[in-house]
């Protein structure tokens, strides 16, 4: 099968490698309707993360099931699939409360687990899932390919955008400041919405995706950064700041910008991935009150929830895909996102 | 009159200085019946923050009110008060979302005001109290000498300690861990029980306060400290950590300690002012999504809830004092705090 691999800084490769099989009762298989690249994949693209060896590469997909093992339970041939983008068992002390980033058995795509089973990258054609009970949530029927879109957005960004605002604790009549312009962020704006927020600002300075913002929910858009931008925010807001600050981005910049953006007794809501960003500056937190909740996304517990709203029409984050190619041409597709020409690349096999 | 002023590291004296007058129709003038020494109050002591120049120190107390000026509303001559540990008007948009330690026209005892005006500290004999109506929470009756201790620990660690469980979001069935065993840490434990904890765990390895610890309501003692204490804490909780971590003390060593003994999901509820403490580690934060809330306790927000349950005999943090001396002896009570040898130490005018 056509596997996506990394070899290195700015060296992605479409490769066929060995179609992957059932290893254990609990695994199931599934062919990949769509794949797609994440904001996170861009460290290891740009280096900023080490690639060590050749390695594959993606953790977002939705998929039909074409096989399940003998104790697999609740998904059955020809189901479509959506899969998060951490595997978990779901029934863990941890996954039981709502936190399966943190399965005590569970594992990240494109690595070994601690038996030396191997889970496949996601962007491939198939895709051997671990747990696949506890880590796949399976539609009751094949939704319209139209869907497809916003369906993958479930398996990383739209959940993620979700969980910034669950942890800035935006509720109705909140007052929202996003940061971070990608995606995830782009699904913070309407995360913020559907949760009743009354007013959204996105910092943005790109055009393509303050227009997306716009038609996501936001009420207005900041084009300064840093401490300009946030003076900006406060500005907006009585001069105090926004209840609710996401962000979205996981350098230590974003996360200034954020902090300096919130109301006293305000909630920073933060997801990016801290690739650079190692630290809060516990200051501006502290004298301010200002919280800091956060973390990699458990999107498994939202999935049902968002999906619910997807299928019922009332959610559409699948805008967020701006670009579509073939799997053999992700190099072109890490090209794009790397460049900022593309918000986020879907890999249709 | 008399009043406490440090020089320097390790320089505390008690000295006569002039008596406060009310300055502004909205000060009042107060009578200290108790005072006391704070744990934030040895950074400057033990050279830990500069001391320029001499200044007044302190920042708790209940007193009478002897004066009030023209324009105060709500106070009256040989009413009651209990101040809290920042200056607050109680109305600006911060101070209505129960942030007063962000007031607008706020201040802190001991310093001047964008205008010139001096607040005395609050180890002295008399204060002039700026935004009096806002600051200060008078009783309608003159309680019982023995209530004093208890009242004046809502001025700060009392609802410190509350602030703390708040934001680490304790309440029915919580499992905490308090990170701290002075004051603040064992009014922590306090606060927690009183929301509703299942469990508390308190970190200490003194004798005197591991007993005021249990006396307020912990069940474990944790002598263990570092990543040994942690590990001690997730052991006790399912291998996995607190639901609620309680940091009060103010170092990274502290909050690093903290953080590792939360459960994945959990939070950190934080209140030791950051006098080492730069910066909080995002990567242990991030992967297992555990928050951090807390910063400045806003006990303005807190004293008339808290008020109620001593006055009526349904909360004692007074058993924090275990030390009372005369306000002329205040640099033994800082030599004791300083060598741990009382836990807080009352200054009787």
């Not at 916003?150 to 800035?168: I, N, Q, Y």
């Not at 003076?231 to 996981?250: N, P, Q, S, T």
Request: proline residues 7%.
């Amino acid at each position: 099968m056509r596997a996506t691999l990394i070899y290195g800084a700015g060296d992605i490769r479409s490769e066929i490698v060995r179609d992957p099989i059932i290893q254990r009762p609990t695994d199931a298989l599934v062919r990949v309707v769509a794949s797609c690249i994440c904001g996170s994949d861009l460290w290891p693209y740009r280096g900023v993360s080490p690639t060590p060896k050749p390695r594959r590469i993606g953790h977002e997909f939705v998929g039909l099931v074409e096989e399940v093992g003998a104790d697999v339970q609740t998904l059955r041939p020809g189901q479509f699939v959506v899969a998060p983008f951490v595997i978990s068992d779901n029934t863990c002390p941890n996954c039981q409360r709502g936190v399966q980033t943190s399965c005590l058995n569970g594992g990240h795509w494109g690595t070994k687990d601690a038996e030396g089973f191997w889970a496949e990258g996601g962007q491939g054609e198939w895709v051997r899932v671990p747990q696949a009970d506890g880590t796949l949530v399976g539609l009751n029927e094949t939704p319209d390919a139209s869907l497809v879109p916003a369906l993958l957005s479930l398996s990383d960004v739209m959940g993620t955008g979700h969980h910034a605002a669950l942890g800035a604790g935006v509720g109705p009549g909140s007052t929202v400041a996003v940061v971070g312009d990608g995606a995830v962020g782009l699904c913070a704006v309407l995360a913020a919405r559907r949760l009743g927020a009354e007013r959204v600002v996105l910092m943005s300075r790109t055009p393509a995706r303050q227009a997306l913002g716009t038609a996501f929910g936001a009420d207005t858009i900041v084009t300064e950064r840093g401490e300009e931008g946030s003076a900006r925010i406060r500005d907006l807001f009585e001069g105090l700041g926004a209840d609710a600050v996401l962000e979205c981005v996981g350098t230590d910049e974003a996360m200034e910008q954020a902090v300096a953006s919130a109301r006293p007794g305000g909630r920073v809501g933060y997801v990016g991935a801290p690739i650079s960003g190692k630290s809060a500056p516990i200051g501006p937190l502290f004298g301010r009150n200002v919280g800091l909740v956060g973390g990699v996304a458990p999107v498994r517990a939202y999935i049902p929830e968002l999906l619910a709203d997807v299928l019922a029409g009332k959610l559409d984050p699948g805008r967020v895909f701006d670009s579509t190619l073939p799997l053999a041409e992700a190099a072109a597709g890490y090209r794009a996102m790397d460049e900022r020409t593309a918000i986020k690349v879907l890999l249709a096999p």
